[in-house]
């Protein structure tokens, strides 16, 4: 089993930032990606970005490149999501996600194993 905790979220103002964090624990064998996803109220979970764990390979989404940046420090099994600039559209609940895989579908929910319980991050204008 793998379980994964987020950290970070909470209330800022517009142009400000947030560090969101995802501690994984359990079995961390076959371990090939962490991403970041969220969901705002009334909306499906949209993908933010994603790492390959062992190359530090990173893709974004275009709503977030430039403003987010996404790493990994695997000693400690944790993945960050650095988040500057933030928007009030970027409210939502934040998810990570642990793809075990090399395989298809990087950007969508199915391609991921296991999740988290997600952080809230609320942006307010």
């Known amino acids: 089993q793998v379980q994964l905790v987020e950290s970070g979220g909470g209330l800022v103002q517009a142009g400000g930032s947030l560090r969101l964090s995802c501690a994984r624990s359990?079995?961390?064998?076959?371990?090939?990606?962490m991403g970041w996803f969220r969901q705002a109220p009334g909306k499906e979970r949209e993908f933010v970005a994603t790492?390959?764990?062992?190359?530090?390979?990173?893709y974004y989404a275009d709503s977030v490149k430039g403003r987010s940046t996404i790493s990994r420090d695997n000693a400690k099994n944790t993945v960050y999501l650095q988040m500057n600039s933030l928007k009030p559209e970027d409210t939502a609940v934040y998810y990570c996600?642990?793809?075990?895989?090399?395989?298809?579908?990087?950007?969508?929910?199915?391609?991921?194993?296991?999740w988290g319980q997600g952080t809230q991050v609320t942006v307010s204008s």
């Open positions: 996600a642990l793809k075990r895989y090399f395989g298809p579908n990087w950007g969508l929910p199915a391609g991921y194993d296991y």
């Open positions: 359990g079995s961390t064998f076959s371990s090939y990606a």
């Open positions: 790492i390959r764990l062992g190359t530090g390979t990173s």
